[in-house]
């Protein structure tokens, strides 16, 4: 038989490293794939083709990316594995280098690349000795790109931008994913239309920023639609959609109008994923995140006023470059004044080509890992008493299946817990379908997790 006229072998098996919008990515590779008769398999032996979507944000991940790579690798002697892909920000990043530092692997396709993954193999297998394929920074997904929603058929992830606008010191998404592209409102819309026919009850809305979602497309055209407000009332109107929950709202972007669209819908979740990142006005300034202290309070405030049980998720990074002992205890002090409901802790990474990398005095590991843990211990004790306040409570949980550590107990949401984020609810007594939205009263807590029973509407 001609090479060319080989058919590549059928069973593929991913691995999606990093965000959740990395996981839109591989989703987009999955649905093409399938599109073009493969099987996706869950266990990697059986595949001819393993795909290794990596993450390049930050050291942690970067490592998780390699040694991935490396254990799917063995699979070559042990497995079927033919050819073994690694996609990603990861390889968009380091290009070259990455290529000449894997040789275990056999085809290195960028961010703005993957969509023509089944191209890529088809030609790989019918001998192609190409082996990098990298075009622009990023793809912007369009209206017929086919995608297979990897979640629980009641919920989906949606991805409504690329890129980032913003310049933070301390991050190298631009450099990976370039500046901020935003999809179409039609677009968005459409594809919204679509997952609600498909059972999705659940929409997850993830950008780098959404406060910051048609900026380029209204920069072009002042009379464009696209802006936050628009899209959520737009969304708001489809039926099937019953939670809408937004990540990543930066506190430059908390308008009246936006909080006053969320506080009068029930639709949306009352749910801030809300980056900080530090409060002192030095720290604030070096990270280049333009604004103030000041500024992040009346973000809060306007939230907190309009929406009084609203859930705030942030994020802070210890240990920038130059902070003292002093404004990191700003932040300590901070966290036990706000009371948040979620905090994330991140020890700074410096970043090669970045602004904070290129900073001088960079911070001990010794000290960035003692202010982690002081963070995490005051963040502590404000969610156990959080979740001790909320036993007897009554609330809506979609149901997800069994526990994870359990299968005596079902396991689900409430609309302040986002997946794979936050906590659990475990229901011991009830029983409920996954993807139902039930009923259940709070009976005990834990500290990251919930503890309930399901009860009739009229208990």
Not at 105 to 122: M, P, R, T
Not at 309 to 317: K, L, M
Not at 420 to 431: A, K, P, R, S, T
Request: glycine share 6%; proline share 4%.
């Amino acid at each position: 038989m001609n090479p060319t006229e080989m058919t590549p072998p059928k069973k593929v098996h991913f691995i999606s490293l990093g965000c959740p919008k990395n996981l839109v990515d591989t989703e987009i590779m999955v649905g093409t794939l399938m599109k073009q008769g493969y099987e996706v398999t869950a266990n990697e032996s059986e595949a001819d083709t393993v795909i290794v979507n990596t993450c390049g944000f930050i050291e942690d991940s970067k490592t998780e990316s390699i040694q991935t790579i490396l254990k799917m690798s063995e699979l070559k002697k042990s497995g079927n594995l033919k050819k073994l892909v690694v996609a990603g920000c990861l390889t968009q990043r380091y290009k070259d280098d990455l290529v000449e530092g894997l040789p275990e692997a056999d085809l290195f396709v960028g961010s703005g690349e993957f969509q023509n993954i089944d191209k890529i193999l088809k030609n790989s297998y019918q001998g192609e000795t190409k082996k990098t394929f990298f075009n622009l920074p990023t793809y912007l997904q369009e209206e017929q790109t086919p995608r297979a929603n990897t979640q629980p058929g009641h919920r989906a992830y949606l991805k409504i931008s690329e890129g980032c606008m913003k310049r933070c010191a301390f991050c190298a998404i631009p450099l990976i994913r370039g500046n901020l592209q935003s999809r179409t409102l039609q677009n968005v819309v459409n594809e919204t239309k679509l997952l609600a026919a498909g059972g999705v009850k659940e929409l997850i809305i993830i950008s780098h920023d959404f406060t910051d979602y048609g900026w380029d497309l209204r920069r072009k055209n002042p009379e464009a639609l696209e802006a936050p407000v628009e899209l959520l009332k737009q969304l708001a109107e489809i039926d099937g959609i019953q939670w809408i929950r937004l990540l990543y709202l930066y506190p430059d972007g908390i308008t009246p109008e936006l909080i006053s669209l969320i506080k009068n819908n029930k639709k949306f979740c009352r749910y801030f994923d809300m980056p900080i990142q530090h409060i002192n006005n030095e720290m604030l300034h070096k990270m280049n995140r333009k604004m103030t202290r000041q500024e992040i309070e009346t973000a809060l405030n306007l939230i907190r006023t309009e929406i009084p049980d609203a859930v705030i998720r942030t994020q802070f990074i210890v240990g920038f470059p130059g902070e003292t002992q002093e404004q990191f205890e700003e932040i300590l002090g901070f966290i036990s004044e706000q009371k948040f409901d979620r905090v994330g802790c991140f020890q700074y990474s410096p970043e090669e080509n970045t602004p904070g990398g290129k900073m001088e005095n960079q911070i001990s590991d010794e000290i960035k890992q003692k202010r982690f843990q002081a963070v995490m211990e005051v963040q502590q004790n404000i969610s156990r008493e959080k979740h001790r306040a909320m036993i007897g409570q009554i609330v809506d949980v979609v149901v997800e299946g069994l526990s994870e550590e359990t299968d005596l107990l079902l396991q689900g949401r409430t609309s302040q817990q986002a997946p794979e984020i936050d906590g659990v609810v475990l229901i011991n007594d009830g029983q409920a379908n996954i993807g139902e939205i039930v009923k259940v009263r709070i009976t005990d807590s834990m500290e990251y997790d919930l503890i309930g029973e399901i009860i009739s509407e009229n208990p």
